[in-house]
């Protein structure tokens, strides 16, 4: 428990109260008030007008500063000042770094601000400061802005109580969606992609007509997001219309580029946009950085050759690299491809934060709409009846021309006697008092006639149409169809400039695009220390190791090589030739690098072959054929291949030679057993079938061959025995000693 004091009571407990409040209690109902205040007056937008209140307020403060589009420019200091004086008690950087956003090209689709300046780029570089550039309104921030003068929106008292603030726009332009927001609140956040202006009027259009139209027809209109940086949208359109009936979805936006042709067969790639909101220079220098560390080895340069048109050109190594692997891997690697997550959360018209659907967005935006044609068209109607009941009395003066002279030159309150005279009201007695003598004319009175009988007219069509739904719709309608006009894909800015495309056909990227294919010799020790020595070494070459240690392996590849390890505990282990450690120190254990238990050794190192067959084999004799394809392990626990059993091990593997129609199979009784290769199966996994039979030891090694060639063994050269047929029999027989000769090892190789 602790004791809450009220600010400012300090004293004996005179002229406040203590209360006894929980530690909780009273940090939930401040960190409450804190959220709440983010939410609604920081971070989210309101749905009507699409703005944050500091936006609103910015282009509020330069409206009352007369910078209309029409206007001149006014530094944008002056701009700041205002609006952080009167309007929003926050940091002037911060108020600055709104109104370059709202200027700048790249980072909304339909700038409210006109900027004159250096206002940034799109290669992320800062805006000039706030005493060097210039701004005004735009034709579109005018659109949000018209009508707040005619009783359109409700005003409230700014922070000091001093000024008058709008708490909505009358907003006569579909800003939410045209324009996007972003924002992160406190346990929410807000992120809208822009959209295409010209597409919302017709879905709005569409909209008003049928007030429970699908969703699917809804894309009918709006295909997707329209980004100010343009891009391609590669999404399927059953993803866009689930994102836009959730509110919450994810799309794919990637950099368009095209091919130019140098001629002779040579060729440049050319990316002439990039992902919204990501920086140019930041994007060129990540695929600089995967040049210089050889992992896109098929792009030879990248250069920078942008103005004020995105230019980014990519050199291929050759004329033999294809276009489309290139870029696919940098889709991958890079942001030449993004995802734009959506999720549109905002403030609705009772300012309650929520996640709405693009339905609900264009009705809420409607409905807007309705509410401030009713509240203009009120406003119009008593400015036309407070005008008409002027125009009645100059008339009533007009008429008794004579009379009303003589009243004003002879009766000293010659307004009282006017009233009752002609029962006038004294807003008209006023009017006729305040008559100039030039506007006694007879042509000043047909003017006041006609503007009597036009203003007559105006005034029954305005309550006609306060009457009428329907027409208040059909108005509507004719604003949202002016909107398109001015700003829809007829015109210079509202042209859609992000491709709508389904998504991209599976392109499968080969290793030797990611990495540089240099040859390399793997070195495997008898201790478990692997290590990858540049070039092909031969074997005779002295490899260096660490005391008490020795060669186990040694086996030559590329870097984009994998290499398959087969262990005893008859599980396949895969690394990449990339991966390996360089052959400069003693290398690394392998255990660091794949997950072979304790008390399990390799038996075998072996580079990867696609369409290859090898046996594998246990110390109890028992093993099978397995197709190569069925080796490749994705995790470092490696793929069990040979099941085995308790006091069992792996023994042995070798590949099976093309031709191969015999196995031969000895034990560590130096017995020796040939049979046909078609008596073992062909499996991806299991304990196999009895090779051969001992009755002390084990298996010791296996081998294939042609036995039109003979048996093959090395023992200090190569030895070919042709002599063979006493060992052939079936599998699973014990079969016979060894010929002579044979390597005191007991192994084929």
């Not at 009918?220 to 959730?246: C, M, N, Q, S, W």
Request: charged share 30%.
């Amino acid at each position: 428990m602790t004791a809450i004091t009220p600010p400012g009571d300090f004293g004996d407990g005179a002229g406040g109260e203590i209360r006894d409040t929980p530690l909780s209690q009273a940090l939930s109902e401040r960190y409450l008030a804190y959220a709440l205040s983010t939410i609604v007056s920081r971070s989210l937008p309101d749905v009507r007008d699409g703005l944050k209140p500091v936006h609103r307020r910015l282009l509020y403060a330069m409206r009352l500063l007369k910078l209309d589009p029409a206007a001149g420019f006014k530094k944008c200091a002056r701009v700041v000042g205002d609006v952080m004086g009167k309007y929003h008690p926050h940091g002037d950087q911060a108020i600055y770094d709104a109104l370059v956003r709202l200027a700048q090209g790249f980072s909304v689709r339909y700038p409210l601000i006109d900027g004159q300046g250096n206002f940034g780029n799109i290669d992320g570089d800062n805006p000039a400061a706030m005493r060097y550039t210039e701004s005004r309104l735009t034709e579109i921030a005018s659109a949000l802005l018209d009508g707040i003068d005619e009783d359109t929106v409700d005003f409230r008292q700014t922070y000091d109580g001093e000024e008058e603030e709008p708490i909505v726009l009358p907003a006569n332009f579909p800003n939410l969606l045209a324009n996007g927001a972003t924002g992160i609140a406190v346990g929410m956040a807000t992120n809208i992609p822009p959209h295409n202006v010209g597409e919302l009027c017709d879905a709005l259009t569409h909209l008003i007509k049928f007030p429970n139209a699908t969703f699917d027809k809804l894309c009918d209109f709006i295909p997707g997001p329209d980004f100010p940086t343009g891009g391609v949208l590669v999404e399927d359109r059953a993803t866009v219309v689930e994102a836009y009936k959730t509110g919450r979805g994810a799309f794919r936006l990637r950099a368009k580029w095209q091919i130019e042709d140098l001629g002779r067969g040579q060729y440049e790639i050319v990316v002439t946009e990039i992902p919204y909101q990501i920086q140019k220079a930041k994007l060129i220098e990540r695929i600089a950085d995967l040049i210089i560390a050889k992992k896109l080895p098929i792009l030879q340069d990248i250069r920078d050759e942008s103005t004020e048109e995105v230019r980014i050109v990519l050199e291929p190594k050759n004329r033999a690299v294809d276009a489309e692997t290139l870029m696919e891997h940098l889709f991958r690697e890079t942001d030449l491809e993004i995802r734009f997550n959506m999720n549109m959360n905002v403030l609705d018209a009772s300012n309650t934060p929520g996640v709405m659907s693009l339905r609900e967005v264009l009705q809420a935006f409607l409905d807007h709409r309705h509410k401030v044609l009713i509240r203009r068209k009120n406003f119009r109607l008593e400015k036309i009846e407070r005008r008409l009941e002027i125009l009645g009395g100059l008339l009533i003066a007009f008429l008794n021309l004579d009379e009303v002279i003589k009243i004003i030159r002879e009766e000293d309150d010659p307004k009282a006697v006017m009233m009752k005279r002609f029962d006038l009201t004294e807003v008209q007695a006023n009017a006729i008092l305040d008559m100039r003598l030039r506007q006694l004319r007879k042509l000043e009175e047909m003017e006041i006639r006609r503007e009597n009988d036009e203003l007559g007219r105006e005034r029954s069509a305005i309550k006609k149409l306060l009457k009428d739904e329907d027409a208040r719709w059909k108005t509507i309608s004719d604003e949202i169809a002016e909107t398109k006009k001015a700003f829809g894909q007829k015109t210079e800015i509202g042209a859609r400039r992000t491709e709508i495309s389904g998504p991209p056909t599976a392109v499968i990227v080969p290793l030797e695009a990611m990495v540089e294919k240099e040859p390399i010799t793997v070195v495997l020790s008898e201790k478990g220390w692997i290590r990858a020595l540049k070039g092909h070494v031969e074997p005779e070459t002295e490899v260096k190791f660490k005391e008490g240690d020795s060669l186990k392996f040694l086996i030559h590849g590329q870097t984009t090589d994998k290499f398959l390890i087969f262990a005893t505990n008859g599980r396949f282990y895969t690394v990449a030739g990339d991966k390996l450690p360089g052959g400069r120190g003693h290398g690394e254990p392998i255990r660091l690098m794949v997950d072979i238990p304790n008390g399990h050794d390799p038996i075998s190192l072996a580079v990867f072959e696609t369409g290859k067959k090898y046996i594998v084999a246990s110390d109890k004799g028992r093993g099978f054929i397995v197709p190569s394809d069925d080796l490749m392990a994705q995790t470092k626990n490696g793929k069990q291949v040979l099941n085995v059993g308790t006091g069992e091990e792996a023994a042995a593997i070798c590949d099976v030679m093309d031709g191969a129609d015999a196995v031969a199979v000895v034990g560590e009784n130096r017995k020796l057993l040939i049979f046909p290769i078609d008596e073992l199966p062909e499996m991806g996994r299991g304990k196999g079938v009895i090779l051969q039979r001992y009755n002390k030891g084990g298996l010791l090694d296996v081998t294939t061959m042609r036995t039109a060639e003979g048996l093959t063994w090395k023992s200090g050269g190569t030895r070919t025995e042709t002599e063979f047929q006493q060992w052939v029999g079936k599998r699973a027989q014990a079969g016979l000693n060894v010929p002579k000769g044979f390597p005191r090892s007991g192994r084929f190789s």
